[in-house]
């Protein structure tokens, strides 16, 4: 099993604080939503945020502007050209989720949750705890991938509990649970697939998300934007 050290120059480790960043800047994002109003441009609105982030890791990641501590903190091997990769990725994700789903549908809650809560930690605890590799995909175990299901169906069912209970959506948890439960399993397959080198975590996660989510949660209807 892979010794990851825990902390190296500093607090945490580099791989586990980046993927500590990939874990709770998306659902904090979606927690700052309940802040804006219900006018329509409001979701534009919170697309603002993002949106600054979008640009400045482009600026980074094309060298126009300098930032070393943005490139450690979230590049895999400190080059600043992955900015425009993974991370420029899951900002994108943020942006979309907002303006196509906002507090209207639990879709983007669900896709959100599995690109940050489950493929999040699929990295620390497979890292960690894998030992059985995945027979069609070497570089993964199942140790991560019931991490990555477990995480993300988890961090879904809390989001969609918390706008519920804000009244953003007409559902119960028990009419949703087999639903949520699987969009994670075939979320958690695609991710263990061995495609990451032509398409991006970040992308396959949250998009196989929001088909399965457009085919198994459409009929959820909101209660209020
Ligand atoms: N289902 C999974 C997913 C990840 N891992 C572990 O986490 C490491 C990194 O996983 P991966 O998703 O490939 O991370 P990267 O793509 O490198 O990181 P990122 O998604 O942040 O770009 C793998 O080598 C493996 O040790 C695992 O065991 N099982
Ligand atoms: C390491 C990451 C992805 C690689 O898989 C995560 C990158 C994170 C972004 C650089 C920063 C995202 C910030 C959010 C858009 C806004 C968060 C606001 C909230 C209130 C903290």
Known sequence: MQTVPVAVKGYLEQKLSRKLVH????????????????????????????????????????????????????????????????????????????IFYWRASPVGLVALSLMCGGDGLADIVGRRLGKTKLPYNPSKTYAGSIAMFLGGLAMSMGLIALFCSLGYFRCSMGEVFPSVA?????????ESLPINQSVDDNLSVPGSAALMGYLLLGAVAPAVL
């Open 23 to 98: 874990m709770t800047a998306g659902p904090l994002f979606l927690l700052t939503w309940p802040l804006f109003s219900a006018e329509p441009y409001a979701r534009y609105l919170a697309t603002v945020v993002p949106g600054l982030n979008a640009i400045r890791l482009v600026l980074i990641g094309t060298g126009v502007v300098e930032s070393e501590g943005t490139v450690k903190s979230v590049s895999r091997e400190g080059d600043r050209a992955e900015l425009l990769r993974g991370p420029l990725y899951y900002v994108l994700v943020l942006i979309g989720v907002t």
């Open 182 to 190: 699987a969009i994670s399993l075939v979320a958690t397959l695609i």
